[in-house]
């Protein structure tokens, strides 16, 4: 259970965070939240969609779906830049995140029907679960992963007084049931700047406004709390009884959560990749794996009675759903590498991103830029063409064509490419040399840091513009980590781990 | 007016020089050393030994391991969230094969005149972390 109160975390927040909430709370979300937004008279909507087909938005989520917050989504292109690659791929934030809150419908659903979940407990939980799905992406910015990046190195200080903060104030929901040894909040990752904003809009006074008529059974501080823990994956709330739904935080915020599944299947399909993703197999495959004291479980690091649950459910999925979630993750990767990866995709971002960046940081040195011109133009209601378009119209010479390259879609071509092989060594060879091997190694590490020094340098010695002519790119990691929290039920009998 | 962008980009990202230490050049040092210390041995450690013993000598790392690892508390036990970026970084240097899934034994593939100047390079920008490295390798489980 958080430590603070909303009130007073708040407060922390403000005091701490260097101007950053202060500016989100009172000028950001009010303009994106506000209070005298005249209510829908309907109770629901049924919206289409290419992925989900019909799905019903339910008073718990409608009246968040007309705010500002949420519409100024479906002018921020889900995947930045990818439309100049695979004309396709316009698909935005907004029917993203309707999405997102459709598939955490259906995982919560099957999760809380096998694990026995009482009724009441259900009902209320889902609302929150589905509330806290549709506002997961609120926070991000014009040009999706890209505006992100500009900001979370713009205001990094700001972001991490943030986060620690709410590291904090939204412990681990392990941390007091745990026979493992401690893991102090420090030691937590970072979440993204569009995660921490979206968590802060949550937060905000403005959302108070909205949060009671959405029907939650909650208390309106309660329910603006587990929300923000559910996105930042740290939820609390998770027991009833004598059980642990441990469960329900890898819905919002996990190896396999909504997010990642409505844009598996949505990014393949917007950009016309076929892929073998199952997504309706997965999902009724899902299952909460019940791990109980009365099992021995010997890897299990829980403890259980004695003021803490009995029972304790896994996010889970049946044997015969194994093969769907090794197919969904194959389909990840082979999204990375032809969709988010694409050296096209990368080099037209890299102009957007060195676009966006010198725009700020001319404007903080020179023309007094604040938080609120960095907002104005990274949050702009116009989403992404409005911010394209404002830089193309600029006095700054360098600003506008870069804007209209980008526009005009004159990308970067590929003038030269390295690797290993090229460079007279492999990765693992038989018989690389040492004198090739040791510098591609060190090559390699410095260039997966940062590319403005070789591009400089090679700017120089080639007599070209920085930050025009040339691009240095470095291939990206992929993100998708090994050893996935989901647990696999024992075949034997399916709700039960380490029987 | 003109700019001189690369200053200006090296101002927005608060850095003038790019030495810092990350996951992949951590799993670098880490093979690197290990294979130092087991010349003889051609089998590294698995995903999850690998994890163990990073987590039990993470108290005594240096301040820019502490600084890039990340923990994840699981029903069973901590993770580290770098960990494959960490395996990774040293399989696509060739230091590492390793064949799926995660629980079978990891081959290594540097060979010793590597190992010794790869270690020898990075001592220079990090010297602690190699002998922190070193440190862990002289307490890993033995794997043959």
């Excluded at chain 1, 649950?309 to 044997?319: A, H």
């Excluded at chain 1, 193309?392 to 003038?415: D, M, T, V, W, Y």
């Amino acid at each position: 259970m958080p430590e603070l109160g909303l009130l007073e975390l708040r407060e922390k927040l403000r005091t701490e965070s260097h101007g950053l909430v202060d500016f989100v709370f009172d000028v950001l979300s009010p303009r994106l939240i506000p209070r005298d937004l005249k209510a829908s008279s309907e109770s629901e909507k049924v919206v289409n969609d290419p992925i989900w087909k019909m799905s019903v938005v339910g008073p718990s989520v409608l009246p968040l779906m007309e705010l500002p917050l949420l519409q100024r989504l479906r002018r921020v292109r889900q995947l930045g830049l990818a439309h100049l690659v695979y004309p396709g791929a316009h698909h935005s934030r907004f029917e993203h995140s309707l999405g997102s809150m459709r598939a955490a419908e259906r995982m919560f659903d099957a999760l809380a029907e096998t694990g026995n979940m009482p009724s009441e407990y259900q009902r209320r939980l889902r609302k929150v679960v589905t509330s806290a799905a549709i506002l997961h992406d609120t926070g991000h910015t014009a040009f999706s992963h890209v505006g992100e990046r500009v900001l979370q190195h713009a205001l990094r200080d700001e972001y991490e007084a943030v986060v620690r903060i709410l590291r904090q104030a939204f412990p681990d929901s392990l941390e007091h049931v745990s026979t493992a040894p401690a893991v102090a909040p420090e030691r937590h990752k970072l979440p993204a700047a569009a995660e921490l904003m979206s968590a802060l809009f949550v937060l905000s006074p403005s959302m108070e406004s909205i949060v009671p008529t959405l029907q939650h059974e909650f208390s309106p501080d309660e329910c603006m709390m587990m929300m923000c823990g559910f996105i930042l994956g740290r939820p609390w709330k998770l027991r009833d009884g004598d059980v642990h739904y441990y469960w329900a935080e890898g819905i919002i915020s996990g190896d396999l959560d909504c997010d990642k599944v409505d844009y598996v299947a949505r990014d393949a399909y917007y950009a016309g990749i076929p892929t073998a993703t199952d997504i309706d197999r997965l999902l009724s495959q899902l299952v909460a794996v019940k791990a109980r004291d009365d099992i021995s479980a010997p890897d299990l690091h829980y403890s259980f009675g004695r003021g803490n649950p009995t029972e304790l459910q896994l996010f889970g999925i049946r044997p015969a759903g194994a093969s769907a979630l090794e197919m969904f993750v194959m389909t990840r990767s082979y999204l990375f590498e032809r969709l988010y990866a694409h050296h096209k995709v990368r080099a037209a971002e890299r102009l957007l991103q060195r676009l966006l960046l010198q725009r700020i940081q001319i404007g903080r040195e020179d023309e007094g830029w604040g938080l609120s011109e960095i907002f104005n133009l990274l949050y702009a209601p116009g989403g992404d063409d409005y911010v394209l378009g404002y830089l193309s119209n600029s006095e700054n010479g360098h600003f506008a064509q870069l804007a209209c390259r980008i526009l005009e879609r004159k990308l970067p071509a590929r003038a030269l490419a390295v690797s290993a092989s090229s460079m007279g060594t492999t990765p693992r060879a038989e018989a690389t040399e040492v004198s090739t091997f040791l510098p591609w190694q060190l090559a390699e590490d410095e260039l997966s840091r940062g590319t403005v020094d070789l591009e400089s340098e090679v700017c120089n010695l080639l007599n070209l513009q920085f930050g025009n002519d040339i691009i240095v790119d470095w291939y990206l990691p992929n993100p998708i980590r090994e050893d996935p929290d989901i647990w696999v039920s024992d075949p034997a009998d399916e709700a039960t781990f380490g029987a | 007016m003109s700019y001189d962008f690369a200053a200006l980009e090296r101002r927005f990202y608060k850095t003038s020089k790019q030495d810092g230490l990350t996951p992949e050049v951590l799993g670098k040092i880490i093979a690197s050393a290990w294979k130092r210390t087991y010349p003889e041995s051609n089998t590294f450690l698995s995903y999850d030994e690998l994890t163990r013993l990073v987590i039990n000598h993470i108290e005594t790392a240096p301040q820019e391991v502490k600084d890039i690892l990340h923990f994840d508390r699981r029903p069973d036990g901590v993770r580290i969230e770098e960990m494959t970026r960490l395996i990774v970084g040293a399989q696509n240097a060739g230091f590492l094969v390793r064949a799926n899934p995660q629980n079978v034994y990891t081959h290594i593939k540097a060979d010793l005149m590597e190992t010794y100047t790869m270690l020898d390079t990075y001592e220079l920008d990090f010297p602690s972390v190699v002998t922190w490295a070193q440190t862990l390798a002289k307490n890993a489980p033995k794997t043959e």
